[in-house]
């Protein structure tokens, strides 16, 4: 039986939102090395993660019921940076936890520890996609690092199982808290960030609808390819940054969904990944859904990097399918040259 998939259940009752986390058996020696180098045992330390998730969560009830759009941290629960995200994301997409009593999963991470599944309601977001799951990352003293907006649980285990070996299976697990922080930053206006996974010679590729009007030929400068109701048009980075800064700036809320993520290793270059899912935008200013595409580099293991990113339309204003999933740029439709 593999390691990762022993568990043991350990229920607790907390403040108002009891939690019950499942550990993985075999990973509390790691568990133990990090908890000794932290002057902490592991009941200890999981006790500690117990308590900041309850206090989060009833954070985040109590902020919600009042209606305010300044969420109060304490320095006890998370660290600068995980309350400077929540705060930014509050402002976006403040939420809340209905559910009394949940099971969840201590994993091991590289740089701490990670628990996700937490489900919770945007408030901001239609009822058809407000209810989310949180992933929440812990350092190595149990105090809250991060939280993000994740993949579901099932499509995650799912992911996982394809790793072929421990390498690969800890880019799977950067690749997908990648794609959650990239995600979450979307939803909290996080322009920072999002610079910072780029790299400076990305090649971003977007795809847009429009409706015939007879003057394509004005968009031929720009346009990589078009067929009748899509036009491809090709940023570098400074340019998609300044878009994304105007597209933040016009709209108060921003919802952004995906799903159906795949993930593949490239067949020549180990260190090159190519993440494909679908993602559904939902703001103030427009709603669409459509296909992602990212080329993430590992050639420096400690900063993956984006070096291309495309996005094509799935479906027009009709609810009609515009474009199939072997059309979807893939590894394949770029050269690596090194």
């Known amino acids: 039986m593999s390691r990762r998939?022993?568990?043991?259940?350990?229920?607790?009752?907390?403040?108002?939102?009891?939690?019950?986390?499942?550990?993985?058996?075999?990973?509390?020696?790691?568990?133990?090395?990090?908890?000794?180098s932290a002057s902490m045992d592991t009941?200890?330390?999981?006790?500690?993660?117990?308590?900041?998730?309850n206090s989060l969560?009833?954070?985040?009830?109590?902020?919600?019921?009042?209606?305010?759009?300044?969420?109060?941290?304490?320095?006890?629960?998370?660290?600068?940076?995980?309350?400077?995200?929540?705060k930014k994301m509050w402002k976006t997409s403040p939420m809340s936890c209905s559910v009394k009593s949940l099971n969840a999963r201590i994993l091991n991470t590289n740089h701490g520890f990670q628990v996700r599944g937490i489900p919770v309601d945007i408030l901001e977001a239609?009822?058809?996609?407000?209810?989310?799951?949180?992933?929440?990352d812990f350092d190595e003293m149990g105090k809250i690092s991060?939280?993000?907006?994740?993949?579901?649980?099932?499509?995650?285990?799912?992911l996982m199982a394809q790793q072929s070996s421990d390498l690969d299976y800890s880019r799977r697990q950067i690749i997908i808290e990648f794609v959650e922080n990239y995600?979450?930053?979307?939803?909290?206006?996080?322009?920072?960030?999002?610079?910072?996974?780029?790299?400076?010679?990305?090649?971003?590729i977007d795809g847009r609808m429009v409706k015939p009007t007879g003057t394509g030929a004005k968009f031929e400068s720009a346009t990589l390819q078009s067929n009748n109701s899509v036009v491809?048009?090709?940023?570098?980075?400074?340019?998609?940054?300044?878009?994304?800064?105007?597209?933040?700036?016009?709209?108060?809320?921003?919802?952004?969904?995906?799903?159906?993520?795949?993930?593949?290793?490239?067949?020549?270059?180990?260190?090159?990944?190519?993440?494909?899912?679908?993602?559904?935008?939902?703001?103030?200013?427009?709603?669409?859904?459509?296909?992602?595409f990212l080329m993430v580099d590992f050639?420096?293991?400690?900063?993956?990097?984006?070096?291309?990113?495309?996005?094509?339309?799935?479906?027009?204003e009709f609810g009609q399918v515009v474009l199939k999933k072997q059309d979807v740029f893939h590894l394949g439709s770029f050269k690596i040259m090194r």
């Open 232 to 292: 491809y048009f090709k940023y570098n980075k400074n340019e998609y940054m300044k878009k994304l800064k105007d597209e933040f700036k016009k709209n108060k809320f921003i919802n952004v969904k995906f799903d159906e993520i795949e993930v593949l290793r490239h067949p020549k270059f180990n260190d090159v990944y190519g993440v494909t899912l679908k993602q559904t935008w939902r703001s103030d200013t427009r709603s669409d859904e459509g296909y992602l």
């Open 57 to 86: 969560l009833e954070l985040m009830n109590v902020t919600a019921e009042a209606g305010s759009s300044d969420i109060k941290t304490s320095d006890k629960v998370f660290t600068k940076e995980a309350a400077d995200g929540l």
């Open 299 to 316: 050639h420096n293991t400690d900063n993956p990097m984006i070096q291309v990113r495309t996005w094509q339309p799935y479906k027009n």
């Open 43 to 53: 009941t200890r330390l999981q006790a500690v993660m117990e308590e900041n998730i």
């Open 183 to 204: 995600r979450t930053a979307y939803n909290r206006k996080d322009l920072a960030y999002i610079s910072q996974v780029y790299s400076d010679d990305a090649l971003i």
């Open 126 to 136: 239609d009822a058809s996609e407000a209810r989310q799951e949180l992933t929440i």
């Open 146 to 158: 991060g939280i993000s907006i994740a993949i579901e649980m099932h499509r995650y285990d799912e």
């Open 5 to 36: 998939k022993i568990l043991m259940k350990r229920i607790i009752s907390i403040c108002i939102l009891p939690i019950a986390l499942s550990v993985a058996v075999m990973a509390m020696a790691n568990m133990m090395d990090k908890a000794t």
